[in-house]
């Protein structure tokens, strides 16, 4: 008997069926599907592929008997999905781009280029899930969370170092690499500000037409967030 409630199991299984004329790679948080799932799936697609992903998803939780509970078009699309016989619900999280607010951190068409098998469906190569987790968690929470540590220090390598120094140069990559090498978890969060200020810098280098598109949303929500009144969530 799957772990998961029966209908989100058979939506998941139904997915991955539906799925396979698409080049589409899960991130993270798979090891154990379709049995257990952690609080969302995060689905990597291509801009063309996200319509087509979007709607396979709701036939597919009609099929299974789910509730579409809400819906969020931004980056990522969210879709979070009822079970009101369990009352359980989870997210679905459609990724078209890896990106610190806009601001690219790597190419999602190397990274499905990169996918790999896993069971019946497809996952995130682990040196680009390895990058992913790191450099999400660093920019944008500031820390690794811990269940992800042990695969960055493995990927370091097998590709996550020469991942790292595209993006980041060779001295904050060493920097970077040395602490997670000694696993100095905690003080890997001092060198946040630096990343993030490479990520924009290198954008506004090798691509200043989309770094320039991407300020104006940038400043706005990060306004928002500035002016927003404490326990108050402006979308």
Not at 69 to 77: A, C, K, M, N, Q
Not at 91 to 104: A, L, N
Not at 181 to 204: G, H, M, Q, S
């Amino acid at each position: 008997m799957p772990l998961l409630p029966e209908p989100c199991y058979r939506f998941f299984t139904d997915i991955c069926r539906r799925l396979v004329s698409v080049n589409y790679c899960i991130l993270r948080n798979y090891e154990n599907l379709p049995y257990e799932l952690d609080n969302d799936l995060d689905v990597l697609v291509s801009p063309a592929a996200r319509r087509e992903v979007q709607t396979i998803c709701v036939e597919a939780a009609k099929a299974a008997g789910l509730t579409k509970f809400d819906i969020s078009y931004h980056v990522p699309l969210v879709m979070v999905f009822y079970d009101p016989s369990r009352r359980f619900s989870f997210k679905v999280d459609i990724f078209t781009e890896i990106s610190w607010h806009g601001f690219p951190l790597l190419d999602p068409k190397v990274v499905l280029e990169n996918r790999v098998p896993y069971g019946t469906f497809w996952v995130a190569n682990p040196a680009d899930e390895a990058f992913i987790n790191l450099m999400t968690g660093l920019t944008y929470q500031g820390h690794v969370k811990p269940k992800y540590r042990a695969l960055i220090k493995r990927s370091l390598d097998s590709g996550l170092a020469d991942r790292l120094e595209t993006l980041l140069g060779a001295r904050l990559k060493t920097a970077v690499t040395e602490l997670i090498a000694r696993e100095d978890w905690n003080n890997l969060p001092k060198y946040r500000n630096a990343c993030i200020l490479k990520v924009i810098t290198r954008t506004f280098a090798t691509a200043p037409v989309l770094a320039l598109g991407v300020v104006p949303g940038y400043t706005l929500r990060a306004a928002k967030r500035i002016l927003a009144k404490q326990g108050l969530i402006l979308r």
